[in-house]
């Protein structure tokens, strides 16, 4: 079984800064390419940053150069490091991760349970 825990959440103001983590945890052989989603009320889930176990990054367009992501190989962790956080930044994240395990060696996506953003004065 793998799960994966978030933190970091939490209230800030615009223009702040906040740095969310996910921590990959479970038996696992492998783990490629992982990143980050959010999700604001009443809208789709969206994309906001991934990464490959080659470190090779991919943002979405609202968040390239406010946004950076990076990962631990060694600690099977991804950090998503947000400044200048507007408060169209409100909403879920979400971690994820493409991991094999000895049930499905074959690659499956694992999701977080999310942590809430809120950007407000």
């Known amino acids: 079984q793998v799960h994966l825990v978030e933190s970091g959440g939490g209230l800030v103001q615009p223009g702040g800064s906040l740095t969310l983590s996910c921590e990959v945890i479970g038996r696992f052989f492998s783990i490629g390419a992982m990143g980050w989603y959010r999700q604001a009320p009443g809208k789709q889930r969206e994309l906001v940053a991934t990464i490959t176990r080659g470190y090779i990054t991919n943002y979405a367009d609202s968040v390239k150069g406010r946004f950076t992501i990076s990962r631990d190989n060694a600690n099977n962790a991804v950090n998503l490091q947000m400044n200048s956080l507007k408060p169209e930044d409100t909403a879920v994240y979400y971690c994820?991760?493409?991991?094999?395990?000895?049930?499905?060696?074959?690659?499956?996506?694992?999701w977080g349970q999310g942590t809430q953003v809120t950007v407000s004065s």
């Open positions: 994820n991760a493409d991991a094999s395990t000895p049930q499905y060696p074959s690659t499956v996506t694992y």
